[in-house]
């Protein structure tokens, strides 16, 4: 009887090992493949929710109304939630980690505090500056009676839409996996830089209104930080954007709504006004949004419960 050769093949059993280390990490999945998941889930949906939009193009009104823009928002919002919704069956966890959490009491007032605080009366202050500056006049109304209430109505549920669809989309799901793997504010960096890039094709836009969009993303990445989900980022987005299209009339991504409330005029210089782009577009809201930044965190220097991405990251820490 034989004696049995020792296996001398140097990749006999190495490439379960190999394939455990490059797909999981001690935690399970690595970041970076849930995270193209998540991207291939909301990809794959949103191009059949193009196909279904075409489908019903005969159907819908066209332009910037209402109803379609409406829909639109709904759809894509729908479709990151249930990306996220299957995501947190995967990782068993619970989908208001990821941002928008319904169980907490402080939902409606940080987005009411959000929305009015942080987004519309800084939007005001912008503009009463630029006009101090003989830049930009308010302008007379362009609304009456009912048209007042019908208008603002649907474009608040509109930005209301708006707000959830980008804050959750960038800053959701996709903030909180990206930090787990490089970090919180690289993460917040990489999907502002997004965020201004998607905005590109906006037509009317500008270098600087494309600039304040990063800026943007960062002042919405400190509130997620400082208080632990969206809420008051979601109301800050439309908050803003609603003052922008509806209150002033403004244009906003460079664009100008149907049924908004005043009739501004803007003379100054587009490096001040923002030109095409509107308000965004002005080196004044870069310097606003800045500022506004650092009093965020000021008020909430010593935040009461820290973003979740950090809390699962610091429990997660072998």
């Known amino acids: 009887m034989g004696t049995q050769r020792p296996n001398t093949n140097p990749n006999t059993g190495t490439q379960p090992e190999l394939l455990n280390f490059i797909f999981c990490n001690p935690r399970g999945l690595r970041p970076g493949w849930r995270l193209l998941i998540f991207v291939a889930i909301v990809y794959g949906l949103l191009n059949l929710q193009e196909i279904l939009l075409q489908r019903l193009n005969s159907w819908l009104p066209h332009g910037f109304a209402p109803s379609r823009l409406m829909l639109n928002e709904t759809l894509s919002f729908l479709i990151i939630l249930f990306a996220s919704w299957v995501m947190s069956l995967v990782e068993h966890r619970n989908l208001g980690e990821y941002g928008l959490p319904l169980k907490n009491a402080a939902v409606l007032s940080r987005c009411i505090r959000g929305y009015i605080f942080w987004g519309f009366l800084p939007l005001a202050l912008l503009l009463l500056l630029m006009r101090a500056l003989h830049a930009f006049y308010f302008g007379n109304l362009a609304l009456h009676g009912d048209q007042i209430l019908y208008w603002g109505a649907l474009w608040w549920i509109l930005f209301m839409l708006v707000g959830l669809t980008e804050e959750y989309s960038l800053r959701g799901y996709a903030l909180y996996t990206l930090a787990e793997g490089i970090g919180f504010w690289p993460a917040a960096v990489v999907l502002a830089s997004l965020f201004a890039l998607l905005h590109t094709f906006n037509r009317g836009e500008t270098r600087i209104g494309i600039l304040m969009t990063a800026v943007f993303a ?54 001040l006004t923002g030109g095409s782009t509107g308000p965004e577009g002005s080196v004044l809201c870069i310097v606003l949004l800045v500022v506004l930044t650092v009093l965020f965190v000021l008020f909430y220097r010593k935040p009461q419960k820290p973003a979740l991405v950090i809390a699962q990251q610091i429990s997660r820490t072998p």
């Not at 930080?225 to 509806?246: E, K």
């Not at 009339?249 to 587009?270: E, K, R, T």
């Open 218 to 271: 960062m002042f919405a990445a400190t509130t997620l930080r400082y208080t632990g989900n969206l809420w008051i980022a979601v109301g800050i987005h439309a908050g803003w954007d609603w003052g922008q299209s509806y209150f002033f009339g403004v244009n906003d991504s460079g664009i100008q709504l149907p049924g908004h409330l005043l009739n501004p005029s803007v003379p100054g210089p587009a490096w």
